[in-house]
DNA sequence: TGAAAGATACCGTTAGGTCGGTATCATGAC
DNA sequence: GTCATGATACCGACCTAACGGTATCTTTCA
């Protein structure tokens, strides 16, 4: 809040209070709502600041938006890397991270920003690219058909968790759905019964 | 095009020349970019005429939101009609509706239109107004956990054909997936072998 | 001292919205 | 019929405000 002018000058330190404050103020308003005054008035810091750090607000969000695929990228290897069975692994993981409790219910927040985020082609581009990778990359393991169907239910899941804009549904039967998926990417695997993979 | 003033005035035909012209320029480049004055211009009406007919550009907005709920709404309709098995047809129809080519393929540009509307919170309660209102109305013959799941999956697929802004791929396996989505509803039904409704 | 970091003041554009005026329409009286 | 009259439909110039961005000047650090 107080000026950082006659202050110790600690430019990665703004930089990343600068991603910081516009990240949350996406969170709450969603994308178009976020404007560079109010990132700068909440990051304590003047309009020269934010543009000596980056080029333009598109450079800023573009920020923002690489910031918030690493953390999902993060949890998603994490929990991965807790997974002993290979087949649906990163399918797993998915629905794991993106049905997560924080993910949905902290204020249903992360709604805004990410609908944002596919709003605008450059950043749905971004969001795309990252899919496409990751996807490309367990080819070998989660390439059956029931498993892209369970992604998709998770998708479906978070969208449909995502309109309701009604908080008063304390998440319903989000644990069971999980679980249910969860179930699922196990009975499709290769040393199981039900063996229809295409 | 031309001047609408020492015309015939059809005031009716103007709004629906408004409506008709907002919805498209919001198709062709999502709602952010829809501007009053680029309706106006395609209308060929002025700003005078365009806030006369509406209070805000917002009741403009919500006009064309609830124009393209309504046409969503008969389509379903009318594939309901075309059912005759009762249990899941309203599943059925979503699935069909949604997943439908010309929804899909036809530029993308219904995407750039839906996200936005998600976008924006007064919009996204229209939506889930509409949504709720239709699960209940259904909860009867379209209640059962399997067929929450068909819905899921299809919301998925939609958003995935909707992020993706390589329009390269000429829809891949959608009607596959539409087909199983199907066979889904069917398999749980009361008089079949799979019965596990909740 | 000179380059990086940040402040302050300013600009050009563009958007939604307003406002007074004008043309057209629906009436009812005569 | 027609003519006055009030309401509706529409025009078009103007207003205001906020946004992203720039230019320049000052402070801090190595």
Redesign the interface.
């Known amino acids: 809040m107080a000026s950082a002018s006659h202050r110790k000058k600690q430019p990665e330190r703004v930089r990343r209070t600068l991603l910081d404050c516009a990240a949350k103020l996406a969170l709450e308003q ?3 709502a976020m404007t560079v005054q109010g990132v700068c008035h909440a990051a304590g810091v003047t309009k020269g600041a934010l543009f000596h750090h980056f080029a333009s607000k598109q450079a800023l969000v573009e920020g923002v938006v690489s910031d918030l695929i690493g953390q999902l990228d993060a949890e998603i290897d994490a929990a991965m890397a807790r997974d002993p069975e290979p087949y649906g692994r990163y399918t797993r993981a998915y629905v794991d991270v993106t049905l997560h409790d924080p993910m949905m219910t902290e204020g249903g927040q992360w709604a ?1 920003l990410h ?2 985020i ?2 605008e ?1 450059a950043l ?2 971004i ?2 690219d990252w ?1 496409a990778e990751r996807l490309s990359r367990h080819h070998g393991t989660d390439g059956g ?1 029931e498993l892209e ?1 369970v ?7 978070w ?2 968790y ?5 908080p008063s549904d304390p998440v319903p039967a989000l644990d069971a ?1 999980r679980a ?1 998926l969860v179930a699922m990417t196990l009975a499709g695997r290769p040393g199981s019964a039900g063996d229809d993979r295409a």
């Open positions: 969603g994308l178009a805004a609908i944002s596919l709003a082609p749905r581009r969001v795309s899919f058909a169907l992604r998709l239910a998770a998708d479906g899941a969208l449909a995502l309109v309701r804009d009604r759905l249910r």
